[in-house]
């Protein structure tokens, strides 16, 4: 019988619910045995060694997602399926790894299979699981326990709410792993250097920055008020740099000057020589920094205009801050 449609969005969100309420009790558990993970997640980078991870059924899902995470964030990661383990898979296994295992009863027959083969090829292991008594975690010199009450699934037999659980505890490793480790949104970038994703973190100020007729640049010297903001106005921009007279930045005059200056300039302000109201040196940025850096500079120091600077200090590009959501870099 069809559903209306208040019943459909009310059971949908029992269902999330119910997941939100795994999500909560796993984080409620997490104790030293997830730190000791931590740690030796650590020291297999440390010696240069790699993840290897595995499970079956729903938990090979999980467990490949979380190799896709790893590697993204820098961890060098595989998915080894235990099937094809037994059949000479176990060859991209080396001494010195670290072999995660995913199941959520921790009685998988699978995994127990492949406990003792790793032990015997050096490999340490984790033992990813919903039970912390099963064998799987007694057997593992590591454990990560999720808990998922109950699952979404009305029949209370697909897994919902434990493969969210083991998800989301897998994501957590990585994550802090990410924050320990350091990893910048440049390194982040060079392991997407395809789609959308790399392009924008890994374009550069001088890939985004308007040149020519769109950066409005004046010398210092003899420039008016007036001429400033028509510049300004001519570039559609909201700054105009000064420059010496061998090309390098002497100031920025920005709206925000202009509107101070007609408040305090006098009746004949627009005459008057712009570099008595402009901001010496004012914010700017290098030409070849990452695109990302403007934000952060736009954020930090809530302004909206940027100009890009060349080795010798000389402006050679300008960004106004509305520029960035076109280039979906905010």
Do not use: W
């Amino acid at each position: 019988m069809p559903l209306d449609a208040a019943t459909i969005l009310a059971k949908a969100r029992h269902c999330l619910a119910i997941e939100r309420e795994a999500l909560d009790a796993t984080a409620g558990v997490l104790n030293e045995d997830f730190v000791s993970t931590v740690r030796a997640v650590e020291a297999t980078l440390a010696a240069g060694r790699k993840l290897v991870f595995s499970g079956v059924g729903k938990s090979a899902h999980i467990a490949q997602k979380l190799t896709g995470t790893f590697n993204s964030t820098g961890v060098p990661s595989c998915f080894l399926d235990p099937t094809n383990a037994l059949h000479g898979d176990l060859g991209l296994c080396a001494s010195g790894d670290l072999a995660i295992l995913l199941s959520n009863s921790g009685s998988t027959s699978e995994m127990l299979r492949l406990l003792p083969l790793f032990e015997r090829f050096g490999l340490k292991t984790v033992a990813l699981t919903g039970v912390a008594d099963s064998e799987l975690a007694r057997g593992a010199d590591h454990r990560l326990v999720y808990r998922a009450p109950r699952e979404a699934c009305p029949l209370a037999l697909a897994p919902t709410a434990s493969t969210t659980a083991a998800l989301g505890l897998g994501d957590a490793l990585a994550m802090v792993l990410l924050e320990s480790r350091g990893v910048t949104r440049e390194d982040f970038a060079r392991y997407h250097p395809a789609g959308t994703l790399g392009m924008t973190l890994l374009l550069r100020v001088k890939d985004i920055m308007r040149t020519g007729e769109g950066c409005p640049l004046l010398p210092e010297a003899k420039t008016t008020v007036q001429e400033a903001i028509l510049a300004m106005t001519g570039a559609k921009a909201g700054a105009v740099a000064l420059t010496t007279p061998d090309g390098r930045l002497a100031g920025i005059f920005t709206d925000g000057d202009f509107r101070r200056t007609a408040l305090s300039g006098g009746t004949d302000f627009l005459n008057r020589p712009v570099s008595q109201f402009m901001t010496r040196g004012g914010k700017t940025i290098g030409a070849d920094v990452l695109a990302v850096e403007a934000l952060k500079l736009f954020q930090q120091f809530k302004i909206s205009d940027l100009f890009a600077l060349d080795a010798e200090a000389r402006p050679v590009g300008y960004i106004d801050v509305q520029d960035l959501p076109k280039l979906k870099i905010l």
